[in-house]
């Protein structure tokens, strides 16, 4: 069904009566007949209207490569669009606050109504309870930000949901895949036939992202910086804080190898509670002893940073290290 000013009550109910379910238990009504994944090849010229914070998955540079809708069965067809974020991309906004979501609307021949949703945590590929719910009218091919009623603290979460439902018709396609591989659990689910799975299990066209972030909210967030890494006895580094707040549980790795016959393989480990704004911590690898060439790699984490990681290369001769670049 083409949806136009006309049949906009019409479709109304249609969403109330489809949308109801997944509020309730993050499951849509569907009917006895199954329905295949279909795609269009798009492009899209404005890459999105991304927060200075968001957390997602897609490539703003390939998004809407894939335009997506269902085929088969009898339409209307009520389906889902999700991704999950995990502790690996929440750890580093402590503090923060989800308040809105980027979708992109991936048709431009179709309007559409419907909800984006956040759900918490449930299981790796089933989203837990409903924690918000907002209204859409899509008119037109673009990205569009859809602000929450009420913020979610990020710390009362280990995992988000942020989910996108749609009414399509058979030849719709109104969800925009990017051209990057999927991030693997996280970055292409979709709900259809009664069931959460990967967009990517539609063969090597759907293994992409979908184009939707959230988009947090905070006073600030630490960020790392590995700098002064030198010798000439063993190889030495520091961690600076680059941030607006302290680094919290900062975990600090020196890893040296190589040299004639790979004789050379050593690995420091340093951690600390918390790095406050423009401190450093220093680390060094010890007294190394050997000859020919070296990889030095350096990696800085903490519970509210993004990961770092340095690597360069240098030479042992004896006990002293030289030319480090």
């Not at 295949?36 to 490539?59: N, P, Q």
Request: hydrophobic share 40%.
């Amino acid at each position: 069904m083409k949806i136009g000013k006309k049949t906009l009550s019409k479709a109304v109910v249609l969403l109330i009566a489809a949308f109801f379910v997944i509020s309730s238990s993050a499951v849509i009504a569907d009917t006895e007949e199954k329905v295949a994944l279909a795609t269009t090849e798009k492009t899209i010229t404005e890459s999105s209207i991304r927060g200075e914070e968001t957390i997602g998955y897609f490539d703003p540079d390939t998004a809407g490569t894939t335009g997506v809708g269902l085929q088969g069965g009898t339409p209307p067809y009520f389906w889902a669009q999700g991704i999950r974020l995990t502790q690996d991309e929440l750890a580093e906004y402590t503090g923060w606050d989800l308040i809105a979501i980027n979708v992109l609307h991936n048709e431009d021949a179709y309007e559409h109504w419907g909800t984006v949703e956040v759900y918490g945590e449930g299981t790796p590929t089933w989203p837990g309870s409903l924690l918000a719910s907002v209204p859409y009218h899509f008119e037109e091919r673009a990205f569009y930000r859809l602000d929450l009623n009420e913020s979610i603290a990020i710390d009362d979460h280990n995992e988000l949901w942020l989910v996108c439902q749609w009414e399509s018709d058979a030849d719709d396609f109104p969800g925009g895949l990017d051209g990057i591989p999927a991030v693997d659990g996280k970055g292409d689910w979709i709900f259809m036939n009664n069931v959460w799975q990967e967009i990517q299990t539609g063969g090597p066209d759907f293994d992409h992202n979908w184009c939707m972030e959230g988009i947090v909210e905070g006073e600030g967030k630490a960020e790392l910086a590995i700098q002064n890494v030198k010798g000439p006895i063993g190889v030495k580094a520091e961690v600076k804080n680059i941030g607006d707040l302290a680094a919290n549980d900062l975990e600090v790795t020196i890893n040296v190898t190589g040299g004639i016959l790979g004789l050379i393989d050593k690995s420091k480990t340093s951690t600390k509670t918390e790095l406050a704004p423009s401190a450093i911590e220093s680390i060094s690898s010890g007294l190394l002893l050997g000859f020919g060439k070296i990889v030095i790699e350096i990696t800085a984490d903490a519970g509210n940073a993004g990961e770092v990681t340095e690597t360069k290369e240098g030479r042992v001769i004896g006990i002293l290290v030289i030319g480090i670049k």
